[in-house]
């Protein structure tokens, strides 16, 4: 199994700024992903964080708004830049080849 | 294009009693099916992971079943307590290697 760090567990941000999210994984991992998760729903993949090179981004998200860092196979960042009250949401990361294992997540308010 | 649906969105059941929640897909060719569980605005905790070519696949008192002919797993919790309750996520990973979400059953158990 695997023990994901995400931080920050939650943070309340004012519109038009960015907000750098970490995760960091026991284990080195070939797989990262991070979600979001809107109250009330289920998960959103927003992009796949790929080792050495640019993240894969699902339809509907882009670099410019989310962009990834994966510089090695233990450590991920997601930013989310330039902020609305849109974006407030849970975003998690998730890491793992087979099986599927979670950060605790960070809860983001925008005002 | 492969759906998953999670039927019924929430389950009330009283403590004690032993229950099973639903999973279906609509695409048989599936890589794995994996159960988390999500606490109220926490990461999701991966409770079992059941490949294709498994029928079930036990954990204390979870047991997890995966008939792909039918395009259903199921959830079995024995002997439900107050502390299972949360919501629960089943997710298909496809030939693709893609994972479909479901959208959750909210389960609560009464003292």
């Known amino acids: 199994s695997a023990v994901i760090s995400q931080k920050p567990s939650r943070d309340i941000c004012q519109r038009g700024t960015s907000l750098t999210i970490q995760c960091q994984v026991d284990s080195q991992v070939t797989m990262m992903f991070w979600y979001r998760q809107q109250p009330g729903q289920s998960l959103t993949l927003i992009a796949t964080a790929n080792q050495g090179s640019e993240a894969t981004y699902e339809s509907g998200f882009v670099i410019d708004k989310f962009p990834i860092s994966r510089p090695n196979l233990t450590f991920s960042t997601l930013t989310v830049s330039n902020m609305s009250p849109e974006d407030s949401s849970i975003y998690l990361c998730s890491a793992g080849d087979e099986k599927l294992f979670f950060g605790s997540g960070t809860q983001l308010s925008v005002l | 294009k492969q759906e998953v649906t999670q039927i019924p969105a929430a389950l009330s059941v009283p403590e004690g009693e032993n229950l099973v929640l639903n999973c279906s897909f609509t695409?048989?060719?599936?890589?794995?099916l994996q159960w988390f569980r999500q606490d109220p605005g926490k990461g999701l905790t991966s409770l079992l992971l059941i490949q294709s070519s498994q029928r079930e696949q036990t954990s204390g008192r979870l047991n997890a079943s995966l008939d792909k002919s039918s395009g259903r797993s199921t959830l079995y919790i024995a002997a439900s307590q107050p502390g299972d309750s949360a919501t629960y996520l089943c997710a298909v990973k496809g030939s693709n290697y893609q994972l479909i979400w479901g959208a959750g059953t909210k389960l609560i158990i009464k003292p």
């Open positions: 695409d048989s060719a599936i890589y794995n």
